[in-house]
């Protein structure tokens, strides 16, 4: 007997996609553009036929998820706007996923719209992780390149300082958590022992043991207060391991660097001199086992809201805990202190959200399964400094306004459009 871990709604598909056809009022153009350290990425640039040079346009990117059609696009595309799904180098697999290099890849979109389009204004549309990617791009953007960072948290040299880096003129944050370090916070499993053996346990510290509070699918489960309070305390300080080995790994290859480039490495026997050179060469990879574990997948008590059980990846955490397929499993220590550390990670919203001070809108997804009201969207929307912020809340919304069955596909696209495509004309109008 096989078992269905996977959500079928999530991976269908995804459902990061038109959902209707567009043929009829909008035409697409292949975008390739170069990012201020040389790398080259493609997007997709969408036009409206009536309007074949907009002079605002809407942009939309995720670390690591296709946004190049993305499912609000048809919508924008009637009402006159441009839309540019811009795919940045960690498409389909954010391993080396760096936030301080990919905001570079937004920057080289963002110049092409305006030097090669003629776009006048460009609005964000940070869906899912594309909030926090966006927020980020944004506090960078609006600093002196000599006050953006020079170093990424993994003590690597950026680009930033030298890149020309366009803000937004308004953001539009959709169903987006604070950031994926800060989501791993708060799904990494704490009863992890060694993180070379994913099967030894802590069993105090075990959410899916029925001896913590935890029933079996699909029932609802109820945890102690001082559980839930070891339990986060333990997450942050699994967090701070990993951390603590990534650092050290990188360490080790920035000591190799400094023994090359030192006079007297010449001098060195040979077979240290091959010793040194395979260990910069070297690029270590992390695996981080069982991120499926948070105690709001089975809790409803814990920020109460109209989601079903479990997460958007499975309706069974407790065994998708156990898949590759969740998050953060395989990284660089690099991209892990850059992108999946809630300690060490740049792209935090929370952080970010002081340098917006564009029109802004929020929105929260009522029956989003990893998203959460008091966890994520309220705090998103307190720690935005702009004086023209809106929330909107739909509550029987799923993460990516999905329909339900037997409702048409652009059904929820459709319900979200109705509000974000107002409050956009009003306050850029074409």
């Known amino acids: 007997m096989s078992l269905r871990l996977l959500s079928k709604t999530y991976w269908r598909g995804t459902w990061i996609k038109f959902r209707e056809p567009v043929e009829d009022f909008a035409t697409c153009t292949q975008s390739t553009v170069y990012a201020h350290d040389g790398t080259q990425v493609r997007g997709l640039y ?16 995720h670390p690591r998820v296709d946004f190049s059609q993305h499912y609000a696009f048809p919508a924008l595309l009637r009402a006159g706007y441009a839309c540019m799904g811009a795919n940045v180098r960690t498409l389909g697999n954010d391993m080396s996923c760096i936030h301080e290099q990919i905001i570079l890849d937004i920057a080289a979109y963002v110049r092409w719209l305006k030097e090669e389009r003629g776009v006048e204004k460009v609005v964000w549309l940070g869906n899912s992780g594309g909030g926090s990617l966006g ?29 020309v880096m366009p803000p937004f003129d308004a953001m539009m944050i959709t169903a987006a958590h604070a ?35 935890f029933v079996p699918a699909p029932d609802w489960s109820r945890y102690d207060p001082e559980f839930i309070k070891r339990y986060r305390s333990a997450q942050v300080a699994r967090v701070a391991r990993i951390d603590a080995r990534a650092r050290a790994m990188i360490a080790e ?29 070297f690029q270590p990879v992390m695996t981080t086992y069982r991120t499926m574990a948070n105690l709001n997948y089975v809790d409803a008590t814990l920020d109460p809201s109209n989601r079903g059980y ?9 065994l998708m805990n156990f898949q590759i397929a969740g998050f953060g499993r395989v990284q660089t220590p690099d991209a ?15 952080r970010n959200g002081h340098a917006i001070t564009e029109p802004v809108v929020v929105v929260h997804a009522g029956r989003d399964m990893d998203v959460y009201p008091e966890t994520h969207s309220r705090p998103i929307f307190d720690a935005l400094a702009s004086k023209d912020k809106t929330y909107l809340d739909f509550p029987n919304a799923l993460h990516y306004f999905e329909p339900d069955e ?7 696209a459709l319900e979200q459009m109705a509000k974000l495509v107002p409050w956009l004309q009003e306050r850029l109008p074409l």
Not at 141 to 158: H, N, Q, S, V
Not at 255 to 271: G, H, Q
Not at 406 to 411: C, L, P, S, T
């Open 135 to 163: 927020a980020f791009y944004q506090a960078q953007a609006k600093l002196p390149g000599d006050e953006r960072l020079k170093l990424t948290p993994g003590g690597r040299p950026t680009a930033l300082p030298t890149a």
């Open 310 to 318: 479990g997460c958007l990846l499975s309706d069974r955490p407790d």
């Open 336 to 350: 892990w202190l850059s992108t999946w550390s809630g300690l060490s990670s740049n792209a935090n919203l929370l």
């Open 406 to 412: 037997g409702e048409a596909d652009n059904a929820g």
């Open 253 to 281: 290859q920035m000591d190799a660097e400094a023994t090359r480039t030192n006079p007297a490495f010449e001098r060195l026997p040979a077979a240290h001199q091959r010793a040194t050179l395979q260990r910069m060469a």
């Open 179 to 213: 950031g994926q370090g800060l989501i791993m916070n708060e799904v990494i499993d704490p009863s992890v022992v060694d993180e070379g053996n994913p099967f030894l346990t802590d069993s105090s510290l075990d959410m899916y043991d029925p001896a913590n509070g």
């Open 46 to 61: 969408w036009t409206p036929r009536n309007n074949p040079r907009p002079r605002v346009a809407v942009i939309a990117a």
